[in-house]
C-alpha cells in the first residue's frame, strides 16, 4: 500500500530534488568584493585653461567644428540644435602657446531654446605630469554666460578610476567664437 501510494508522488520528489540541485549550483546576480589595487580615496584639485578655437586664423588651427545643425539654426539666436566636435588644448596658462598638459575632446550641442546653453560631453586626457595618460569624464550642462559654471564628473581612468566630483568653469577671454576658459576641476579618486 505505502508503494502504491508513494508511486504517483515520485514526479514531485524528483521536481523538488532537481530544483534543489540547480538552486544550489546557480550563481548569484553579483558579488561584491574588494578592488585590487583600489587606495582610498582623494581628492585633487586640477587648474588648466581650455582653448575652444572655431575661427581659427594662420596661427590657431580650428579645434572645434560644427558637424550638425537643423533647419532653421541660422535664424535662431541661441543656435538651438548645433552639434560641436571638439580636440581643444588643455594649457597651464591662458596663453595658447603655454605648456600644453591635455586635450579636451569631446562634444558639445546647443541645448537651451531661450538662452545659451550647452551640453558637453568631454574626456579630458592627461598627457603631461602624475596624470599622463590618465582621463577624467565631464558631463554637463554649461550656461556659457554666467560668471562660473559647474559641470559634474562622472568617471575616470587611469589614476582617476572611479572619480567623481566637479568642475568649475570661468570665460577667461573670448573673441568672436573662440573663446578660453579657465577650469578648476575637483576630483574624489
Given amino acids: 500500500m505505502a508503494k502504491r ?5 515520485l514526479p514531485f520528489f524528483s521536481a523538488i530534488l532537481l530544483l534543489a540541485v ?3 549550483v546557480s550563481e548569484a546576480y ?3 568584493t574588494p578592488f585590487q589595487g583600489h587606495k582610498p580615496e582623494k581628492l585633487t584639485h ?23 545643425a537643423p533647419p532653421g539654426t541660422n535664424s ?25 598638459v ?3 575632446q569631446g562634444m558639445y550641442t546647443a541645448t537651451g531654446m531661450n538662452m545659451i546653453s550647452f551640453t558637453m560631453v568631454f574626456n579630458l586626457v592627461f598627457t603631461e605630469g602624475e596624470f599622463n595618460g590618465s582621463t577624467v569624464a565631464m558631463y554637463g550642462r554649461n550656461a556659457i554666460m554666467s560668471k562660473v ?32 576658459v579657465e577650469y578648476n576641476v575637483f576630483i574624489w579618486h
Fill in 22 to 24: 540547480t538552486v544550489t
Fill in 30 to 32: 553579483s558579488t561584491t
Fill in 46 to 68: 586640477l587648474h588648466f585653461y581650455f582653448h575652444d578655437v572655431i575661427t581659427g586664423d594662420k596661427r590657431h588651427k580650428p579645434t572645434a567644428i560644427r558637424v550638425a
Fill in 149 to 180: 559654471r559647474e559641470m559634474p564628473i562622472i568617471g575616470g581612468t587611469g589614476a582617476f578610476r572611479f572619480a567623481r566630483g566637479y568642475a568649475q568653469a570661468k570665460t577667461n577671454k573670448l573673441v568672436g567664437l573662440d573663446a578660453v
Fill in 5 to 9: 501510494f508513494l508511486l504517483p508522488l
Fill in 102 to 104: 591635455g586635450r579636451a
Fill in 76 to 100: 535662431s539666436e541661441v543656435s538651438f540644435g548645433v552639434v560641436m566636435i571638439a580636440d581643444d588644448p588643455l594649457t597651464e596658462g591662458p596663453d595658447p602657446t603655454s605648456k600644453e
